[in-house]
């Protein structure tokens, strides 16, 4: 990952130049429970500290000051314990950052200006800083946590803890624990509302999902789904809470006015991810053995399309017009064309990539 | 009494799905001196997979290579292990299968590929035997003989033990 020479350190890109060296000094492998802010600097980590970290070409720097933020997807790599950070305009990966163990789950916040991961491995949630590209703090949540989602407005993140049974909530910017729930068993993803009011967990084993209040995660209501359900999310207009089945192999759609089910489609093998198009009316869900994705539209709730993908297809997101697929047998995202399916790209990222959750920014 | 057998059975169902969170993966390949016509003729059958695997006693299946073809492995030194056949393609070369029982090998939804592809040079092939599991522990913090490494060292072991004699049993031919 060395990208030393010939670096232009000059001219228009002088004073990026100079923050990004600054920021070096405490990146890649902060140490779990370490405050953030800036650390001593670490003459052994110093050099290799320099060079570990991806220096983004000056074409890019200008890019990002004038057009806004990058299109960037954050990907877990569960057999690398690190997120790579994928341009997805560049079609290549421009950062890797060291998290804890076995990372699974992710939830970008914009709002927040970080990224929020769960570390099975180690019982812990990593805090990713997004500007300055780092891990900013490891810390312990929970007994294995592994869905985890953020508010909309940035000011709190979630997670589901998969062995503990319960969900926890946490302050995004002091990272203190605000509140904790028991709740169902195995509780596995976590979907929240675009309006910030409600909070939903997949308790996988007992084929519900549970609605929470996402300020004090008191519980409200609970809906029958089918087997195991894994991965839930609100469609972007609020109206639809979508959980998938991952043993009966279909999805749910829960009117959540009516608090009623008003479709089941059946989908391929082991639904894992679902992401929604930019318009709102289609849904994309990955089919972890079937390697397929389910382009579902949302208006008649029938499956529209069924688009051949890589092995074991997991995280999925759509940014624009471009569809993101988290292959997590060939250790690559794949890029698709979102109205179309073609395969436009094939990304390496690292060991046994997840994506679970939220890849991009919200 | 037939709901105590029901409720049993709902329990070991509920077992044999319960995973954690962190699924592994083993690939091995193995370079064969032969053609891969001649390496799938030893391997396609999966009810024989006793022919070439040097740790098992025996192997039967229900319905030879028909899709949902159940096989029994019995384990030199004890243990069963039964599989059932997900898809299963002549003119690709490779068969799927699905773990319902695992025995002794500390796995749990277990899957695997094996693949006869063509070698790098003429009259060679390259066997690719791949598989996806969880380990066989469900719960968290596994003692350290049913933890992740230990599913994935097993899996590597059964993978490479059967390459390296189906490859001196098809050499030899």
């Not at chain 1, 998938?244 to 089910?261: F, K």
């Not at chain 1, 318009?279 to 382009?295: I, L, Y």
């Not at chain 2, 390949?29 to 032969?34: G, L, Q, V």
């Not at chain 2, 384990?75 to 699905?98: H, I, Q, T, Y």
């Amino acid at each position: 990952m060395a990208y030393a020479a010939g670096l232009p350190l000059r001219g228009h890109n002088a004073p990026a130049a100079k923050r990004l060296f600054i920021m070096s000094k405490h990146e890649v492998g902060s140490e779990p429970g370490a405050a953030p802010g800036p650390g001593p600097f670490n003459r052994r980590q110093g050099m290799a500290g320099l060079f570990a970290w991806a220096w983004p070409t000056g074409a890019a720097l200008a890019a990002e000051a004038s057009t806004g933020p990058a299109p960037l997807a954050y990907i877990t790599n569960q057999g690398s314990d690190s997120v790579s950070v994928l341009d997805i305009q560049r079609q290549a990966v421009v950062a890797t950052i060291a998290v804890g163990k076995q990372p699974a789950g992710i939830a970008v916040s914009r709002a927040a200006g970080r990224a929020f991961v769960t570390n099975p491995g180690d019982h812990t949630v990593s805090v990713i800083d997004l500007a300055r590209r780092a891990a900013i703090r490891t810390m312990p949540a929970g007994q294995g946590a592994v869905g985890i989602a953020a508010a909309p407005d940035g000011r709190r993140f979630y997670v589901a803890d998969w062995y503990g049974g319960q969900v926890l909530a946490f302050n995004a910017a002091t990272l203190l624990q605000t509140a904790q729930q028991a709740v169902g068993k195995v509780p596995a993803g976590l979907g929240a509302s675009p309006d910030g009011r409600r909070l939903y967990v997949a308790n996988r084993d007992d084929n519900n999902v549970q609605e929470l209040d996402a300020a004090t995660l008191a519980p409200l209501r609970r809906f029958a789904v089918g087997e195991h359900p894994f991965a839930v999310e609100v469609s972007p207009d609020g109206r639809h809470l979508l959980a998938l089945n991952v043993m009966s192999d279909d999805v749910d759609v829960i009117d959540l006015a009516g608090g009623t089910r008003v479709a089941r489609i059946a989908v391929g093998h082991a639904p894992y991810g679902v992401a929604f198009a930019a318009d709102g009316r289609r849904a994309f869900v990955t089919n972890q053995r079937s390697q397929s994705v389910s382009v579902i539209d949302l208006t008649t709730f029938q499956v529209a399309a069924t688009w051949k993908v890589g092995e074991y297809p997991e995280g999925i997101a759509c940014l624009g017009d471009r569809l993101l697929v988290v292959s997590w047998m060939e250790d690559a995202v794949s890029v698709l064309d979102a109205a179309g399916g073609k395969l436009l790209a094939t990304i390496d990222v690292g060991r046994n990539p997840r994506g679970f959750g939220q890849m991009v920014a919200r | 009494m037939r709901r105590i057998i029901a409720a049993a059975l709902l329990l070991a169902t509920t077992l044999a799905v319960a995973h954690g969170p962190t699924r592994q993966k083993v690939t091995e390949t193995i370079t064969i001196n032969a053609a891969p016509e001649a390496v799938w003729a030893v391997v396609k059958d999966f009810d024989k997979l006793q022919a070439w695997h040097p740790a098992v006693e025996s192997s039967t299946a229900t319905q030879g290579n028909a899709v949902d073809s159940e096989r029994t492995l019995l384990l030199k030194g004890g243990g069963k292990v039964v599989e059932k056949l997900e898809s299963w393609s002549e003119p690709d070369r490779k068969f799927s299968s699905r773990m319902r029982e695992a025995g002794p090998i500390p796995v749990s939804n277990y899957s695997s590929t094996l693949a006869v592809k063509p070698g790098p040079n003429a009259g060679t092939s390259v066997v690719e035997w791949r598989g996806a599991f969880y380990r066989g522990y469900p719960n968290n913090d596994p003692p350290p003989d049913k933890n992740d490494e230990a599913a994935v060292a097993a899996v590597t072991g059964i993978y490479k033990t059967g390459l390296a004699n189906l490859k001196e049993l098809v050499e030899k031919k």
